[in-house]
């Protein structure tokens, strides 16, 4: 009686090894596809400031100027959720709002930009 072995792997080495590359690169180009997808939305953060001032019963807040001031068409600025009041465009505005009572005053301050887009440029509490 002769016994005869036979091959019983079902996958080469070789088979296996490209398999596993192929895995690996179809993986790497869903990954970058979704992140470079993702990256074309994202607006590029524009360069400009505020700063808030709280003396005695008064707050006072000054625009700044910066890197991306040319494009500021309008500043918008709110005190405790208050109606915003216009800065302006110009660096160096100021403007004071009196009566304004102790400290924690919530003051906002939002850009808008000749492209239409807007930004907070102040958060801060006086």
Avoid: C, R, W
């Avoid at 991306?68 to 100021?94: K, M, R």
Wanted: hydrophobic share 50%.
């Amino acid at each position: 009686m002769a016994f005869t072995k036979k091959n019983e792997e079902a996958v080469s080495p070789v088979i296996g090894v490209i398999l596993m590359v192929a895995v690996t690169v179809i993986l790497a180009a869903v990954i970058a596809a979704f992140v470079f997808g993702m990256a074309g939305n994202i607006n590029k953060t524009k360069i400009v400031a505020a700063t808030a001032d709280h003396h005695a019963d008064k707050i006072t807040v000054t625009f700044q100027g910066g890197q991306d001031a040319q494009y500021v068409t309008d500043i918008g600025v709110s005190f405790n959720g208050a109606p915003t009041v216009t800065l302006g465009n110009i660096v160096g505005n100021t403007i004071a709002i009196t009566g304004v009572p102790g400290p924690n005053n919530h003051v906002v301050a939002i850009a808008y930009f000749n492209d239409g887009t807007q930004q907070v440029i102040l958060d801060t509490y006086t």
